[in-house]
Structure formats: structure tokens, C-alpha cells
């Protein structure tokens, strides 16, 4: 019984000082600060009753308990002046597996390009999400350009009619400039902001909206069997967008381009505010008329993006091959990726080129599915042109010729690391010029734009293509990726318990049991 009162005596002790710990440091609750309080003290008392006759000796114990609990409050006190420390170097370590918590290089170099301030005015009329909050100001820590406030649009009439907000949308306002005679804003979507998957791509790119100067038109062509930019109404199943090019439009449209459809035998002419002109995996054939047109258009310095399809001949050729590009018959198949898939290809090697060097440093494999060879010429092009290959397949690789379920290499088929996209530039003079530079870029596949095109690489490839023949060279990178939302919600009465849990109850209850095992000794 003694025994126990001196085991009772000790935890008693280290609960009753240790109690002002609980109070003002891991919970602040005034109920678990008297429990372990009042815990403390009832032990002390059950130690003084069955220790009566050593009452006398209790000021040597007092000092012992009273030196280790001492030892206990200064560990505590420098975990408390070491987090003190890290808290404001702010120094944080993203563990999430789809790095959740960390911004992509174009977010940060696009921050770190800022040539003036910028400011993000929020209209809400709740309190701004967690999520928001935490999400600017990782983009704040990147620049001291960047500032943001939230607004009530019912207080602010004038404010919501300045940036044009709808009433029944509030949304956040990048401004550039604000409050300046040269002030300039875009909107950005507020529930993808504060989404965790979209959040940052949305924001960084209304910032590059907010930097272009004026609007980058993408016209794709049609009329020839191409994939549309969006379905007619009742044409397709809902959902069915794999048949559209509708995700390419909307990632276009966030990266600052407008996308319209242009029928050249209707319109026999390509508009001047034409920065791109794609064609995206047309069926049938051209007319010599808008061949013509096309031809025209590179003359002046037009900027051209073709995505073949395999088995079809929409006579482009003689106008690619003057720009050193040649799109093989047959289909690229490499069995070694997937034999039940030989004609799914993976293409993991990439040329020297400003598009592919952001994919290349981060070592991503691209996916093609049925897609045709792209040779580079050398001769019979027009003169100073300059065709590169970008895009390579594995050294496995063949043309097959005559694609079946088991295709093997035949003699005469041509074999090695065929390219899949190639790219090619030509300086230009003309009175009507529209850029210095004439520039072609070649796909040997459509899909990616469409089944292929979530894929990271697949997209990040078409986007930077995009990024190149417009002159844009910030485009010239890697995205956010989409991200899994894989954290876990924690609200401040579960931080809390949490805290008290880490921080008080295992180091007493450990500390405690050191003490039990040390006086039961002792006593023997």
C-alpha cells in the first residue's frame, strides 16, 4: 500500500503542475485543466495518508518530483520556443502524395514574372473557405506583388458594377494595377478556386489572361469530317465528350484563347485576327481552293497545326512537305508497350525544341493510339525552312503497313524511332505579313485531343504547342496537375483534441509510467 501511495504521490505531483501546461499551451479547456487538477491533488492525498510516518522526510521527496517535473516544463518550454522558431521561418514540407500543398513551376514563375501588382478582390458574402485562404497565401509567400481582400457585393454596388458581376455568380477579380489609370481585370471562377484539384490552375491562368495583351483567336477548321469543337444540340448522349473536341475548347479558353469554328469554302478567306489555324482529324479532302488559302496564310506568316488520322488523305501533303514534313502511310505499332493494344503506342523520347523540354526535364511518357509516322524532309522544301522532329517513339517501334490484330514487321517496313510530332519554321516578308514567322506543327494522331488528351503529357504537349505557335513562351511548361483530394479535414475543436492527445496526455502517461517503474524498484 505504501508502495502504491509513492507511485500515486509521484503522478500526482507531475499531473497537479503540469495541469497549468494544459491550460494555457495544448488545449485551453478550463474543464480538462480541472480534472487533471483536481486528479492531481486527490493523489497527493491518498500519498499523504498511507505515508503519514514519513511526513517528516517530505521536503527530500518534494525536491526529487519537484526537479523532474522542472525537467518535464523546460522540454516543454523549448518544443514550444523550437516550433516558435519554425512557425515564423515558415519553413512547411509537402508529404501528400499528389503534392496537394505545393505550386507548380508555371504558378511560381508566373508570380516571380509579375511586372506589377496585382490584386484579387473576392465578392462573398460568407466567410472565405479554409481552402482559399491557405491557397493564397502560398501565393503570396512567391511575390510582393500579390494582395487580395474579400468584399460583401451586397455592400459594394459600385464595385460589383465596375468589374461586371452578375448577381446570381460572385466571383474573384484579378486586377491589375488597381486603383491606376492603366488598370486592367479578369474574372476567375470562384467555386473552382476554392476547389482543391482546380484551384491553382484556375487562378494561375486568369493571371496570364490578365498579363496577354489582347485576344488569341483559334480557329478550327471544318467541313472535312473534323471533330467538332462542340456537339449539336441532342446529337450526342450527355457526357459523351470524347467525340468533341468540348475539354481541349475549355482548357484552350483557360489558357486565354478564343476558339471558333471556320468553314474556309464558306468564308473563302482566313480572318486577319487568325493567331492559330488547327486542323483536327479531317476525313476528306480539301479543295485546291482552300489548300490555296492555307498556303496563302503560311506565306504571311500564319501559324498552322495539323492532327492527322490514320487511313484518311485530306491532301495536305504537297503543302506539308514544302514546310519539310511527310506523314508516313501505315500505322505506328510497338507490341512491347501492350500486346493486346500494339497499335497504343508510348512515345518517352523527345527532340530539342522550346515545346517538349518542360515534358523532357520531368521525363513523362506520351500516349498515341493508331498513329501515323512523321518523316523529316530535307529537300524540295521552300527555302529556309527548318523541320525538326519533337516527339519519338520507342527504338521497337514500326510502320505497319497493313495494320491487322497480330501485326509484325515486314520487310521494307520502316522501322526505329519514328517521330509523332514534328514541327517547322520559316521566316517570312510579305505586305500582308501577320507574323515574322511561319510555323507548322505536324500530330501523327488526333486522339489526343480527345480520349488521350487527360492524360498530363498528352495535355501539357497540346498546350505548349499552343503556347509556341501563338508566341506565348510562359505556356511553355508544366500545368498543376489534377490532383486527388487526399486530405483529411480537421476543424479547430479536432485540432484540439488532437493537441491535447499529442502533446499532454502520451507524454504524461509515459512520464507516468517511468515513474511507476522507477519508485516500484526503488522500494524493493
Given at each position: 500500500?505504501?508502495?502504491?501511495?509513492?507511485?500515486?504521490?509521484?503522478?500526482?505531483?507531475?499531473?497537479?503542475?503540469?495541469?497549468?501546461?494544459?491550460?494555457?499551451?495544448?488545449?485551453?479547456?478550463f474543464?480538462?485543466?480541472?480534472?487533471?487538477?483536481?486528479?492531481?491533488?486527490?493523489?497527493?492525498?491518498?500519498?499523504?495518508?498511507?505515508?503519514?510516518?514519513?511526513?517528516?522526510?517530505?521536503?527530500r521527496?518534494?525536491?526529487?518530483?519537484?526537479?523532474?517535473?522542472?525537467?518535464?516544463?523546460?522540454?516543454i518550454?523549448?518544443?514550444?520556443?523550437?516550433?516558435?522558431?519554425?512557425?515564423?521561418?515558415?519553413?512547411?514540407?509537402?508529404?501528400?502524395?499528389?503534392?496537394?500543398?505545393s505550386?507548380?513551376?508555371q504558378?511560381?514563375?508566373?508570380?516571380?514574372?509579375?511586372?506589377?501588382?496585382?490584386?484579387?478582390?473576392?465578392?462573398?458574402?460568407?466567410?472565405?473557405?479554409?481552402?482559399?485562404?491557405?491557397?493564397?497565401?502560398?501565393?503570396?509567400?512567391?511575390?510582393?506583388?500579390?494582395?487580395?481582400?474579400?468584399?460583401?457585393?451586397?455592400?459594394?454596388?459600385?464595385?460589383?458594377?465596375?468589374?461586371?458581376?452578375?448577381?446570381?455568380?460572385?466571383?474573384?477579380?484579378?486586377?491589375?494595377?488597381?486603383?491606376?489609370?492603366?488598370?486592367?481585370?479578369?474574372?476567375?471562377?470562384?467555386?473552382?478556386?476554392?476547389?482543391?484539384?482546380?484551384?491553382?490552375?484556375?487562378?494561375?491562368?486568369?493571371?496570364?489572361?490578365?498579363?496577354?495583351?489582347?485576344?488569341?483567336?483559334?480557329?478550327?477548321?471544318?467541313g472535312?469530317?473534323?471533330?467538332?469543337?462542340?456537339?449539336?444540340?441532342?446529337?450526342?448522349?450527355?457526357?459523351?465528350?470524347?467525340?468533341?473536341?468540348?475539354?481541349?475548347k475549355?482548357?484552350?479558353?483557360?489558357?486565354?484563347y478564343?476558339?471558333?469554328?471556320?468553314?474556309?469554302?464558306?468564308?473563302?478567306?482566313?480572318?486577319?485576327?487568325?493567331?492559330?489555324?488547327?486542323?483536327?482529324?479531317?476525313?476528306?479532302?480539301?479543295?485546291?481552293?482552300?489548300?490555296r488559302?492555307?498556303?496563302?496564310?503560311?506565306?504571311?506568316?500564319?501559324?498552322?497545326?495539323?492532327?492527322?488520322?490514320?487511313?484518311?488523305?485530306?491532301?495536305?501533303?504537297?503543302?506539308?512537305?514544302?514546310?519539310?514534313?511527310?506523314l508516313?502511310?501505315?500505322?505506328?505499332?510497338?507490341?512491347?508497350?501492350?500486346?493486346?493494344?500494339?497499335?497504343?503506342?508510348?512515345?518517352?523520347?523527345?527532340?530539342?525544341?522550346p515545346?517538349?523540354?518542360?515534358?523532357?526535364?520531368?521525363?513523362?511518357?506520351?500516349?498515341?493510339?493508331?498513329?501515323?509516322?512523321?518523316?523529316?524532309?530535307r529537300?524540295?522544301?521552300?527555302?529556309?525552312?527548318?523541320?525538326?522532329?519533337?516527339?519519338?517513339?520507342?527504338p521497337?517501334?514500326?510502320?505497319e503497313?497493313?495494320?491487322?490484330?497480330?501485326?509484325?514487321?515486314?520487310p521494307g517496313?520502316?522501322?526505329g524511332?519514328?517521330?509523332?510530332?514534328?514541327?517547322?519554321?520559316?521566316?517570312?516578308?510579305?505586305?500582308?505579313?501577320?507574323?515574322?514567322?511561319?510555323?507548322?506543327?505536324?500530330?501523327?494522331?488526333?486522339?489526343?485531343?480527345?480520349?488521350?488528351?487527360?492524360?498530363?503529357?498528352?495535355?501539357?504537349?497540346?498546350?505548349?504547342?499552343?503556347?509556341?505557335v501563338?508566341?506565348?513562351?510562359?505556356?511553355?511548361?508544366?500545368?498543376?496537375?489534377?490532383?486527388?483530394?487526399?486530405?483529411?479535414?480537421v476543424?479547430?475543436?479536432?485540432?484540439?483534441?488532437?493537441?491535447?492527445?499529442?502533446?499532454?496526455?502520451?507524454?504524461?502517461?509515459?512520464?507516468?509510467?517511468?515513474?511507476?517503474?522507477?519508485?516500484?524498484?526503488?522500494?524493493?
Open positions: 500500500m505504501k508502495t502504491l501511495g509513492k507511485v500515486a504521490g509521484g503522478v500526482g505531483l507531475l499531473l497537479t503542475l503540469t495541469s497549468v501546461v494544459t491550460l494555457f499551451v495544448t488545449s485551453g479547456s474543464v480538462a485543466f480541472g480534472v487533471k487538477l483536481g486528479l492531481g491533488l486527490a493523489l497527493l492525498v491518498l500519498w499523504a495518508a498511507t505515508n503519514s510516518e514519513k511526513i517528516a522526510t517530505w521536503a521527496s518534494v525536491f526529487f518530483f519537484s526537479s523532474s517535473a522542472a525537467i518535464g516544463v523546460v522540454f518550454a523549448l518544443m514550444i520556443g523550437a516550433n516558435f522558431i519554425v512557425a515564423r521561418r515558415n519553413k512547411t514540407w509537402d508529404l501528400t502524395n499528389k503534392k496537394l500543398f505550386l507548380s513551376q504558378t511560381r514563375d508566373t508570380l516571380k514574372d509579375l511586372k506589377a501588382p496585382v490584386k484579387i478582390v473576392i465578392f462573398l458574402t460568407q466567410p472565405l473557405p479554409d481552402s482559399l485562404v491557405d491557397l493564397f497565401q502560398r501565393f503570396t509567400k512567391e511575390t510582393d506583388k500579390l494582395t487580395w481582400e474579400v468584399k460583401d457585393p451586397r455592400k459594394t454596388p459600385a464595385l460589383v458594377a465596375k468589374y461586371k458581376i452578375r448577381d446570381e455568380d460572385f466571383a474573384a477579380v484579378l486586377v491589375r494595377n488597381p486603383d491606376q489609370p492603366n488598370e486592367s481585370s479578369t474574372t476567375a471562377n470562384l467555386p473552382k478556386l476554392a476547389n482543391a484539384e482546380e484551384g491553382e490552375e484556375e487562378f494561375t491562368n486568369a493571371l496570364i489572361r490578365l498579363e496577354q495583351v489582347g485576344e488569341l483567336r483559334v480557329y478550327f477548321l471544318e472535312h469530317g473534323e471533330t467538332p469543337l462542340e456537339a449539336a444540340r441532342g446529337q450526342l448522349p450527355q457526357g459523351a465528350q470524347s467525340q468533341t473536341l468540348a475539354r481541349v475549355a482548357a484552350f479558353t483557360d489558357e486565354g478564343v476558339c471558333e469554328s471556320l468553314n474556309l469554302a464558306k468564308t473563302n478567306a482566313i480572318p486577319r485576327d487568325a493567331s492559330v489555324v488547327i486542323s483536327a482529324g479531317a476525313t476528306s479532302a480539301y479543295t485546291e481552293g482552300e489548300k488559302l492555307l498556303e496563302q496564310y503560311l506565306d504571311e506568316g500564319g501559324r498552322f497545326v495539323y492532327f492527322a488520322e490514320a487511313d484518311t488523305e485530306p491532301g495536305l501533303d504537297a503543302l506539308l512537305a514544302k514546310y519539310g514534313l511527310q508516313d502511310n501505315g500505322v505506328i505499332a510497338d507490341p512491347r508497350v501492350d500486346p493486346r493494344q500494339p497499335y497504343f503506342i508510348v512515345a518517352p523520347f523527345y527532340g530539342d525544341h515545346t517538349v523540354a518542360p515534358l523532357k526535364a520531368k521525363k513523362l511518357n506520351l500516349l498515341f493510339d493508331s498513329a501515323r509516322g512523321i518523316s523529316v524532309l529537300e524540295g522544301t521552300l527555302p529556309g525552312v527548318t523541320a525538326l522532329s519533337t516527339v519519338l517513339t520507342t521497337e517501334a514500326w510502320l503497313t497493313k495494320p491487322d490484330e497480330n501485326p509484325k514487321l515486314d517496313e520502316k522501322a524511332q519514328l517521330a509523332v510530332v514534328a514541327v517547322s519554321t520559316r521566316d517570312v516578308k510579305s505586305e500582308n505579313q501577320r507574323f515574322d514567322q511561319a510555323r507548322v506543327v505536324a500530330f501523327g494522331d488526333s486522339d489526343v485531343l480527345t480520349g488521350l488528351f487527360a492524360i498530363e503529357g498528352n495535355r501539357n504537349l497540346v498546350l505548349n504547342v499552343m503556347g509556341w501563338s508566341n506565348q513562351p510562359k505556356k511553355l511548361t508544366i500545368r498543376p496537375p489534377d490532383r486527388d483530394i487526399s486530405s483529411l479535414q476543424d479547430a475543436g479536432m485540432l484540439s483534441n488532437i493537441r491535447l492527445v499529442v502533446m499532454d496526455v502520451l507524454p504524461m502517461l509515459l512520464i507516468g509510467v517511468g515513474l511507476t517503474v522507477w519508485l516500484t524498484r526503488r522500494s524493493r
